[in-house]
């Protein structure tokens, strides 16, 4: 039995179709998995940070090398927001998440241990 060229064009065109189709799906699989495995070590971050008590004088001192910069000294406000009151604006995973991943350009994100991260969680709540 022979095929016609229409066919073999054919189904060369399905075999690609599903070819680039499962490399889509991979990728995508990927992307996803990379997501929440991120998430997950984020929440436990998160957990870890909010299960300590920070001190309000050593996130006081990381404020001012690591924020002045962008927030400025009494922390009112230049390149980045007035971070008075900013604990009635955003919950405490919130204010950790945006430190750690810098959600709203231009600001950073920030690598910091647990400990330090609840000293400036510390720190931000007395910014009343």
């Known amino acids: ?27 995508s699989l990927i992307c996803v998995s990379l997501f929440y495995f991120k998430q997950d070590e984020n929440n436990t971050y998160i957990l870890k940070t ?38 009635q604006r955003l919950n405490d995973n919130e204010i950790i998440k945006q430190v750690i991943e810098g959600l709203t350009p231009p600001m950073p994100s920030f690598e910091i241990d647990p400990q330090n991260m609840s000293n400036l969680l510390k720190y931000l709540h007395t910014l009343n």
């Open 50 to 87: 909010l299960e300590l008590n920070g001190s309000i004088k050593e996130g006081d001192s990381l404020f001012k090398m690591n924020c002045v910069g962008c927030h400025g000294i009494t922390a009112r406000g230049l390149v980045g927001p007035d971070l008075h009151s900013i604990t």
């Open 1 to 27: 039995m022979t095929t016609s060229s229409s066919s073999a064009v054919e189904n060369s065109f399905l075999k690609k179709y599903w070819k680039q189709s499962l490399i889509v799906l991979a990728i």
